[in-house]
């Protein structure tokens, strides 16, 4: 198959369909047993401070990035679907046991009990990513993989719906009760949030255990070549050195990778402070957008995801880097106006819709495309491992500093975000002719 032949049969996208679509809900879940810590701490109230959920937070992406050292190249070695098995069969334990410690309370010291669990729970997380990226390499034809960039960008909007829109939705049915002026009070501790995630990821381990397959040829279609940095290769795995070689020595990888690292300071720099930062004004069950947030989140990221997506395949030839240079000059642009307008309730709330819009879209075509395009289908595991391993380190710088400086003040929060946005920028705009060449191109 040429890089522009790529009809496939009714029976054959019927069969991706079926493969990809309950592989992306399980992310999606995963999103949920991941950022329902940001709803727990608005919940907690006194009892976790700023600065106390940023270091539970950075202690938990830190693991996260370095996990990916590991189980980028496994997740290479053994396939994508037994990750995704490892990663909600351990998510959903570990968010039991988070729901538990909080339905309990045990004499322990409550920030270093979350620490070493969200820890944990954050290692396997870091399968997810990894394996709906690696299994989908092998299913998707270059050409298409924007429009796949912005349904990976669709199911990131759906997990952090599930994780803040849902989520919020549990601790005000379960753990609140309504004042005389009609506002809710939380009056429980907030375990349901971490229980309703790990019943739900069980009941897709079961799913994907049954449904999901790594390539085509597992699934009863023929195998094709993808186009990608692999094509001109056979399916034989690359040793683990070798694999190693061929993502860090890519410069376009790595720019890449260096893009992430922003997007991760920019992403979560947004989506978790935003609504902290309503809580703490006073205003966030009475202004649409706080009390929406999730909603919100998903309909900004869902339609950044598929513009990206359309506009790269589309508009840009299958580039990347030009859309990713687009949505970065939003972000900055968004980050100086809310720098002015932290007080003014509808200008920092479309800020931070615009940014979300932006940066998610970007995300799902660097880490959901970009990686299966310079990575190959053979090494999309460690590509993306990288990849989204500097997305939370840029989430771990982020955590542990605004959780520090929005404890000074609050007027420190956006200026952080621009040296980054002004980075994104500057890098996207480096790759903006990149394109992958496998050894056919050559």
């Known amino acids: ?14 069969r991706r ?4 679509l309950p592989l992306g809900l399980t992310y999606a879940l995963l999103y949920m047993g991941r950022y329902n810590l940001t709803v727990s701490k608005n919940a907690f109230g006194d009892l976790m401070t700023k600065s106390e959920f940023g270091t539970i937070f950075f202690f938990g992406t830190v693991t996260y990035a370095v996990a990916f050292l590991l189980n980028g190249p496994l997740t290479d070695k053994i396939g994508g679907r037994k990750a995704i098995l490892i990663a909600a069969a351990g998510a959903a334990v570990m968010n039991l046991l988070m729901g538990l410690f ?17 820890s944990i729970n954050m290692y396997f997380q870091s399968f997810g990513a990894v394996s709906i990226v690696k299994v989908n390499a092998s299913w998707f034809h270059v050409r298409e993989r924007g429009i796949f960039g912005g349904i990976f960008g669709v ?51 079961v799913i994907d255990f049954f449904v999901v397959r790594n390539r085509p040829s597992e699934a009863g279609h023929e195998n094709f070549d993808t186009g990608d940095a692999s094509s001109g290769e056979d399916d034989t795995p ?13 410069p376009i990888v790595l720019t890449i990778g260096a893009i992430e690292f922003c997007t991760g300071v920019l992403r979560n720099g947004i989506m978790h402070w935003y609504i902290i930062y309503g809580k703490e004004m006073g205003y966030f069950y009475d202004f649409v957008i706080t009390r929406n947030w999730g909603l919100v989140l998903f309909l900004a990221g869902a339609t950044g995801g598929m513009t990206a997506g359309w506009m790269s395949d589309k508009v840009f030839g299958s580039r990347r880097g030009p859309v990713a240079g687009i949505l970065y000059a939003l972000i900055l642009v968004s980050a100086v106006v809310m720098t002015f307008s932290l007080h003014n309730v509808w200008i920092l709330g479309i800020c931070a819709v615009a940014i979300s819009y932006a940066v998610i879209g970007a995300h799902g075509m660097l880490s959901g495309t970009a990686t299966q395009d310079f990575g190959g289908r053979k090494n999309a595991g460690t590509a993306v491992g990288l990849i989204d391993g500097l997305v ?27 040296p980054f946005a002004v980075m994104g920028l500057l890098l996207a705009w480096k790759i903006r002719h990149a394109i992958p060449k496998g050894k056919k191109a050559h």
Request: charged share 10%; aromatic share 16%; proline share 6%.
């Open 17 to 20: 369909i079926l493969n990809w």
């Open 392 to 418: 939370y380190l840029g989430t771990g710088l982020q955590a542990i500093c605004l959780g520090f400086l929005t404890e000074k003040s609050w007027s420190f929060w956006p200026p952080f975000l621009i």
């Open 1 to 14: 198959m040429t890089l522009d032949a790529i009809e496939h049969s009714v029976s054959y996208r019927r």
């Open 238 to 250: 690359d040793p683990l050195a070798v694999i190693l070689k061929k993502v860090v020595t890519n």
């Open 155 to 205: 199911l990131i909007s759906a997990g952090i719906f599930l994780a803040f829109q849902v989520g919020q939705f549990i601790v005000d049915r379960f753990h609140s009760a309504p004042q005389a002026d009609g506002t809710l009070v939380v009056t429980s501790a907030p375990y349901m949030v971490f229980f309703v995630p790990s019943v739900l990821l069980v009941m897709f381990w």
């Open 102 to 118: 909080t339905y309990f309370k045990p004499a322990l010291n409550m920030i270093v009990a979350f620490s070493i669990l969200y």
